[in-house]
């Protein structure tokens, strides 16, 4: 089978970890593979992706296209990459994409067009221009259950065309990565440290952790650390200034893996996701995480099945309450053994519901269906 996937950029991010991951999985299976990323090649330190596709042989065209304004171009130079290898299926990932891959891939008569949608995003304008991609895919993959209310909702998404496929990872990664030593960035060898990872931008309620740092830094090991890049970052840099050595930013990092093995837990105040990516890497490395109950939160961190210990009291917090994240975060710094318990937890939970396998077979399972039709 000829599977064509289209994204908007192939930076490392959760949607682009996650793409690479399925295309991996398909190539592995005998399929014809190849990514259409509309924007530009990553470059130096954000090119992991788009080198780990390389190394399989998967075919990886960019089209440049890097600003809204080169939508036109953009469309044209997709129908004309898959008129000149039509795909059987074509799935298309992230806002921009689904977009312009869609209208793209049936112009150039793809018979099989499956979008993918990520995050629950309320925006009138945005919902507007995707439900008329939405209506025509064949099927809308959503990372987890709410998106697929929201889909429902906003996009008036019929269900009998939408799945639910959550994101996957790999324990193993973690289990193998090594542990960073904070004294190699200046803080003392025994820190312990809350940890942010993700784009720095409006939507992860950064204000939060900035309004309640005084609190979450009650200790004298204790430190806060942001690793992501985004709009916010430069204000972002003067006010961790302002706490001395005891905040750090340290921009995009190609590899977390070893951070969050160190971290004494996660820390992600989002005001709206789809299914953090950076929650179920936490999990996979065994941290407690301190996260707001949006869209896929609670599917991750749901009570287990024969436990005692409710994840989700434990872990997430009511958007925008600050208070909650604090004593939340408290009980982690101060209770060793809790921390322990949950990040076990955390970690089988991944094993058993969320790993990269599970992921992959079911987008292999839905394709191989697609095509049968």
């Known amino acids: 089978m000829r599977i064509d996937f289209v994204i908007t950029e192939l930076n490392v991010g959760g949607a682009e970890k996650a793409l690479t991951e399925i295309a991996l999985g398909m190539k592995r299976r005998g399929h014809q593979v190849r990514v259409l990323s ?25 089209g440049g296209f890097d600003h809204w304004t080169s939508f036109l171009g953009a469309a044209r130079w997709l129908k004309a990459c898959l008129l000149r290898r039509p795909p059987d299926v074509c799935q298309t990932f992230l806002f921009h994409a689904n977009c312009l891959g869609v209208s793209a891939a049936r112009r150039a008569g793809v018979g ?3 979008g993918g949608l990520r995050v629950a995003e309320s ?3 945005r919902s507007s221009l995707e439900r008329r991609a939405v209506a025509k895919m064949e099927t809308l993959v959503c990372v987890s259950a709410e998106v697929q209310r929201f889909a429902e909702k906003e996009l ?19 289990d193998r990565a090594t542990k960073i030593q904070w004294d190699s960035i200046g803080w003392p060898a025994d820190s312990e440290v809350a940890l942010f990872v993700g784009r720095l931008h409006p939507q992860k309620g950064l204000e939060l952790i900035q309004q309640r740092a005084a609190q ?45 093995n160190a971290a ?11 299914m953090p ?11 407690p995480v301190v996260c707001s109950r949006v869209e896929g939160s609670d599917e991750l961190l749901r009570n287990d099945p024969g436990s005692s210990v409710d994840r989700s009291s434990l872990q997430g917090f009511d958007p925008g309450d600050a208070n909650q994240m604090v004593l939340l975060a408290e009980a982690f710094f101060t209770d060793p053994e ?10 089988e939970a991944i094993r058993r519901d969320f790993s990269l396998e599970t992921m992959v077979q079911s987008y292999a399972q839905l394709y191989e269906t697609s095509n049968e039709r």
């Open 38 to 62: 509309i924007g530009s090649a990553p470059i130096s330190e954000r090119s992991g992706l788009t080198q780990r596709l390389a190394a399989d042989d998967i075919e990886v065209e960019f």
């Open 112 to 114: 099989r067009v499956l």
């Open 123 to 125: 925006n009138r304008i």
């Open 156 to 174: 008036r998404v019929p269900p009998n065309r939408c799945v639910v496929i959550p994101n996957g990872v790999d324990v193993a990664v973690f």
């Open 216 to 260: 979450l830094l009650d200790g004298p090991r204790r430190r806060l650390l942001f690793i992501g890049d985004g709009p916010l970052r430069e204000k972002l840099c003067e006010w961790a200034a302002s706490f001395g050595d005891r905040v750090q930013v340290l921009g995009f990092q190609s590899n977390v893996a070893p951070f969050l």
């Open 264 to 274: 004494a837990l996660l820390l992600l105040p989002s005001h709206y996701e789809g």
């Open 277 to 287: 990516n950076v929650v179920l890497e936490a999990m996979a490395a065994g941290r």
């Open 338 to 347: 809790l921390s322990r318990r949950v990040g076990e937890i955390n970690r």
